[in-house]
């Protein structure tokens, strides 16, 4: 469904996306995850049509993007990462105006726009002025706004940016409803944990080039597979290191300042034999709990060393 091959945007000598290979299969939903400048945002704008690739090739539903833009166009829903507001027009009316633009029939075009108010959370504000909502339900009639002409293909771009904890729920609730659209989604973030709750893929960038990718599937299997133990004992790392580390469940230890932590694929009956072992060695342990795992830790262990360009 979106497809680039060794995609490039430079701007002078500065390399904002460098040969990126992106596929996404149709139906399914990609994350692309990134500190700010990694390129994500130019990214998104070449595959919308609005940035123009230096080289490389973008396709998306069949058509190549710098050949057959306003097929594209048709065919996409895009939400940039900020966008202005029209003054004295109403929610209702803007997704009318958009839908106009589209050329969706009048009656079909305001049966969508009472339909995807309704979906986003926003249908008893359809007579109140865009400028006068706040910016989650801005951000939330963006999304019906990308929906109004039916596009098989939406790109958002950080939908969630700048929003309160209330209004980023309230965004995640509506960006998993569109999982059951069945709709092919690309979104950006730089939140890893976000995007977990709503794809089934996720890309990291780093420098515009897409550093690795893992789907999160696999990522949830392995966090319930490896569990982070931190102890806080009175052995030294020799006795860890000679210990603990060959045992059969524990994949690594690290040491930190308030204690040690010990990755350990193991269930919670040998979590208590492990306990249960420290003791029977003589060492005093204080503390031993399970840590909630780091979704960013674990997806860099899983893509250790990985470059996917494929």
Same mark, same amino acid.
């Given at each position: 469904m979106i497809y680039t091959q060794n995609l490039c945007k430079r701007y002078g000598k500065f390399t904002a996306v460098d040969h990126l290979n992106l596929h996404v299969r149709r139906g399914t939903v990609f994350g692309i995850v990134g500190e700010n400048g990694a390129g994500k945002t130019t990214t998104l704008s070449m595959l919308a049509t609005l940035t123009s690739p230096t080289s490389g090739r973008a396709y998306i539903n069949g058509f190549e993007v710098s050949k057959n833009p306003q097929d594209v166009r048709r065919c996409i829903g895009y939400m940039p990462d900020s966008f202005g507001v029209y003054d004295d027009i109403t929610a209702e009316e803007y997704l009318q105006f958009y839908a106009d633009c589209y050329r969706v029939p009048k009656a079909l075009a305001a049966q969508r726009a009472k339909e995807y108010l309704s979906w986003v959370?926003?249908?008893?504000?359809?007579?109140?002025? %865009?400028?006068?909502?706040?910016?989650?339900? !801005? @951000?939330?009639?963006?999304?019906?706004?990308? +929906?109004? &002409?039916?596009?098989? /293909?939406?790109?958002?771009?950080?939908?969630?940016?700048?929003?309160?904890?209330?209004?980023?729920?309230?965004?995640?609730?509506?960006?998993?409803?569109?999982?059951?659209?069945?709709?092919?989604?690309?979104?950006?973030?730089?939140?890893?944990?976000?995007?977990?709750?709503?794809?089934?893929?996720?890309?990291?960038?780093?420098?515009?080039?897409?550093?690795?990718?893992?789907?999160?599937?696999?990522?949830?299997?392995?966090?319930?597979?490896?569990?982070?133990?931190?102890?806080?004992?009175?052995?030294?790392?020799?006795?860890?290191?000679?210990?603990?580390?060959?045992?059969?469940?524990?994949?690594?230890?690290?040491?930190?300042?308030?204690?040690?932590? %010990?990755?350990?694929?193991?269930?919670?009956? !040998? @979590?208590?034999?492990?306990?249960?072992?420290? +003791?029977? &060695?003589?060492?005093? /342990?204080?503390?031993?709990?399970e840590r909630p795992t780091d979704i960013e830790e674990l997806f860099l262990r899983l893509t250790e060393g990985t470059v996917d360009q494929s």
């Open positions: 959370g926003l249908e008893d504000k359809r007579e109140t002025y %865009v400028n006068a909502l706040s910016r989650g339900m !801005q @951000q939330r009639l963006e999304i019906a706004r990308c +929906l109004i &002409h039916d596009p098989p /293909v939406l790109i958002l771009d950080e939908p969630a940016s700048g929003l309160d904890p209330r209004s980023r729920i309230e965004m995640r609730g509506v960006l998993n409803r569109l999982r059951t659209l069945g709709k092919t989604i690309v979104i950006s973030s730089h939140i890893l944990q976000e995007l977990c709750e709503v794809s089934d893929e996720i890309g990291i960038m780093r420098e515009g080039q897409l550093a690795a990718v893992a789907a999160v599937s696999v990522m949830l299997n392995h966090s319930t597979a490896y569990r982070t133990l931190h102890i806080v004992a009175d052995a030294k790392p020799v006795v860890w290191e000679k210990a603990v580390r060959p045992l059969e469940h524990v994949v690594d230890l690290r040491f930190k300042p308030d204690g040690v932590e %010990v990755v350990f694929a193991g269930t919670l009956q !040998q @979590q208590a034999e492990l306990l249960q072992y420290l +003791l029977d &060695h003589g060492v005093t /342990v204080y503390q031993f709990r």
